[in-house]
């Protein structure tokens, strides 16, 4: 069955250190990958995806993630985070032959300190 | 402003009731989604809707309903409501049927009491 794991559900940093989310998915078909961001009381925002091609893709705010096929990871990175990367950073996967359904993971809340 | 509008933003309503969450796409899509976000279930799938026609359906309780209207607005109807049912709701919207990469609205957040 599909599912996507994130392996830490808070991660605290300072002010321009560099930092790494970890997502692992499982699925038995074809994926795409996201990586979304969630502000305190908004919606989501689209960081970036992997629909194809290049397995490094590069989003919004200077992130960047890494696609695994091997490990089943699509691991979220950026080389210097600022206080207002402070926010819940959630990895999805939507498999080939399931339309347009998303699976998300539990969330990863990233804190960063001055 | 992602262009996703939902409507109201936060509803507070007593167990036994029934409510209709209400979400306009981004102008231009054609499929419309609804999620549910709570804290001991994260977000979940509910339903997808593609120019009318329901797409996919995920863990949607039989108490739940939705529609996609001709003007491509959608619809999220919830009845007999549980106090479990509190939680933030979320329309998304996008161009095709393929998850390529949607765009969210701020939701609505429902409380039941």
């Known amino acids: 069955a599909q599912s996507v794991t994130q392996l830490d559900s808070q991660v605290p940093v300072f002010e321009e250190a560099p930092v790494e989310l970890r997502c692992n998915y499982s699925?038995?078909?074809?994926?795409?990958l996201f990586w979304y961001v969630q502000y305190p009381n908004q919606g989501l925002q689209l960081l970036l995806k992997?629909?194809?091609?290049?397995?490094l893709v590069k989003g919004i705010n200077g992130f960047e993630a890494e696609f695994n096929k091997s490990q089943t990871s699509f691991h979220l990175r950026k080389p210097s985070v600022h206080i207002s990367d402070t926010a819940e950073y959630f990895c999805?996967?939507?498999?080939?032959?399931?339309?347009?359904?998303?699976?998300f993971g539990q969330g990863t809340e990233l804190s960063v300190k001055p | 402003d992602s262009g996703v509008t939902q409507t109201p933003k936060h509803l507070i309503t007593a167990t036994g009731q029934r409510v209709t969450l209400r979400c306009s796409p981004r102008?231009?899509?054609?499929?419309v989604y609804w999620y549910q976000q709570s804290l001991d279930q994260g977000l979940q799938f509910l339903i997808q809707?593609?120019?009318?026609?329901?797409?996919a359906k995920g863990n949607i309780l039989e108490r739940f309903s939705a529609q996609q209207f001709p003007d491509l607005h959608s619809e999220l109807n919830l009845s007999s409501l549980e106090l479990g049912d509190s939680a933030l709701y979320f329309c998304?919207?996008?161009?095709?049927?393929?998850?390529?990469?949607?765009?969210f609205g701020s939701g609505t957040r429902l409380t039941v009491v």
């Open positions: 992997y629909l194809s091609g290049s397995t």
């Open positions: 102008s231009g899509d054609l499929s």
């Open positions: 998304a919207s996008s161009k095709t049927e393929r998850a390529y990469g949607y765009t």
């Open positions: 809707y593609y120019n009318g026609e329901e797409r």
């Open positions: 999805a996967v939507s498999e080939h032959n399931q339309g347009g359904k998303l699976i």
């Open positions: 699925s038995s078909v074809s994926v795409y």
